[in-house]
């Protein structure tokens, strides 16, 4: 069966615009959860959605939101972008929320890499 | 809060030898999951093995085992026969309901296989 999508793969932004980031889950797959990886900080969480409600938050600025759609896909939106937002975005689904270690972990897609100038 | 650490930056090993990749956590929590996980180049996070906490038995997935001492708080990563495909990123990641529900990863450890 087909993975976790992401789009788009890389994505240059300016300071200051907004960007929105895609995820498509494994089909039956119905919480997405959204992780930042950069060098500095390393792997941090973001938020996770299940059935189109934000479960769980990560210490980020408002600046980062996300939604989830019917069908489970998610996006996330990041406003008034930073030069230090450049990271690789990546998101995980699992079947049931909190549930990712009871069904095979988390799959993760292969990530977008935002770079901010 | 729970942290994972991820002591050794890189690591490196001859192709068709072993190496063990060193994790150490800190929680206060009796009842939770450790994984690693790959990232090769394609980025992509690669589950290799879980461990349940409640479980005594160590994991094993073919050439990938692990070492867990839950009183010592620390999940080692034995990977045996490396091969070429094995160099990647390797993350402790740490899981739990006290930890929000969500994974926290160590640093990672680079690893380079020499042919």
């Known amino acids: 069966k087909a993975g976790v999508t992401q789009t788009p793969r890389y994505l240059i932004k300016t300071r200051g615009q907004q960007v929105t980031l895609s995820c498509s889950p494994i089909s039956g797959h119905r919480s997405v959860s959204w992780y930042q990886q950069t060098p500095g900080q390393g792997l941090q969480f973001l938020f996770e959605y299940f059935s189109e409600t934000q479960r769980n938050k990560g210490n980020f600025p408002g600046r980062f939101s996300g939604r989830q759609f019917s069908n489970s896909r998610s996006e996330m939106n990041v406003s008034t972008l930073e030069l230090g937002d450049s990271a690789l975005y990546l998101c995980?689904?699992?079947?049931?929320?909190?549930?990712?270690?009871?069904?095979?972990?988390?799959?993760f897609g292969s990530g977008t890499r935002l770079t901010v100038v | 809060a729970q942290t994972v650490t991820q002591s050794q930056p890189e690591m490196s090993v001859q192709e068709a030898e072993t190496v063990t990749l060193s994790c150490t956590y800190d929680t206060s929590e009796s009842d939770y999951y450790l994984f690693w996980y790959k990232q090769p180049p394609s980025r992509q996070m690669i589950l290799v093995i879980r461990?349940?906490?409640?479980?005594?038995q160590n994991a094993t997935e073919n050439r990938f085992s692990v070492n867990f001492q839950k009183a010592a708080k620390s999940f080692s990563l034995k990977i045996s026969d490396s091969q070429l495909g094995d160099a990647a990123m390797y993350f402790c990641?740490?899981?739990?309901?006290?930890?929000?529900?969500?994974?926290?990863f160590g640093g990672g450890t680079r690893l380079m296989v020499k042919p």
């Open positions: 995980a689904s699992s079947f049931l929320p909190g549930q990712g270690s009871f069904n095979g972990g988390y799959t």
């Open positions: 461990q349940e906490a409640y479980k005594q």
């Open positions: 990641a740490y899981y739990g309901a006290g930890a929000g529900n969500m994974l926290t």
